[in-house]
Structures are given as structure tokens and as C-alpha cells.
């Protein structure tokens, strides 16, 4: 199975990474190890998270999890055929309606 990023959840990791670390070095450390773990279990499991209900109908299917130790940022993800496409990780009062339909626009 293969996990494929898209460049919109590339660019949160790298803000979300980058917010951390302006506060607290490890924690921005632990918060990639803790994606990575995310992202390993997905590619095992990937209906084990939550279905999410979007008004959009290009969103069919995207669900989230919880990042392990930071719960307010929720990895949303669509399972394929041959794995996970990770789409975006928001942080959980954010829009998320708004931010991932914007990405098929």
C-alpha cells in the first residue's frame, strides 16, 4: 500500500512543523514522529478513522484522525485502491469545509 501526499498536506506540515518549533524544538519533533506513526497506521488501516460528512460531493470519503499527542491537529485522508492519498492536516478549529474544498478548485 502506498501513501501518497498531496502538496497542500506537504505545505501544512511544514507551517504546522514550522509554528511548533518557533515555541518549542522537540515538540516540533515529536509532533513529525507522531505524523509518521499517523501515516504508517494509515497505510495498514485505512478505514480506521472517522468518515467525515462534507457538503461538497468531491469530498466523499475523506476521513480523519487525531495526531497522537496533539489532538487539535486531525490528518484528513481519503483511502484508495492501492492506499491512502493524505489530503490535509488542519488544525481542529480551523474550516475545514472551506480549506479542503478549496484544494479541488
Do not use: W
Not at 506540515?13 to 509554528?19: A, D, V
Not at 509518521?36 to 475523506?62: A, I, K, T
Amino acid at each position: 500500500m502506498a501513501i501518497v501526499r498531496r502538496l497542500q498536506a506537504i505545505v501544512d506540515i511544514e507551517e504546522i512543523t514550522s509554528y511548533i518549533a518557533d515555541h518549542n524544538e522537540s515538540a516540533s519533533l515529536r509532533f513529525l514522529d507522531a505524523l509518521e506513526s499517523s501515516f504508517q497506521f494509515l497505510e495498514q488501516f485505512p478505514r480506521s478513522g472517522r468518515v467525515c460528512r462534507f457538503r461538497d460531493p468531491r469530498l466523499v470519503e475523506v476521513r480523519k484522525r487525531q495526531v497522537p499527542g496533539f489532538k487539535k491537529y486531525l490528518i484528513y485522508y481519503r483511502p484508495t485502491t492501492d492506499g491512502v492519498e493524505i489530503l490535509r492536516i488542519i488544525h481542529g478549529f480551523r474550516d475545514t469545509d472551506q480549506l479542503l474544498g478549496e484544494q479541488f478548485d
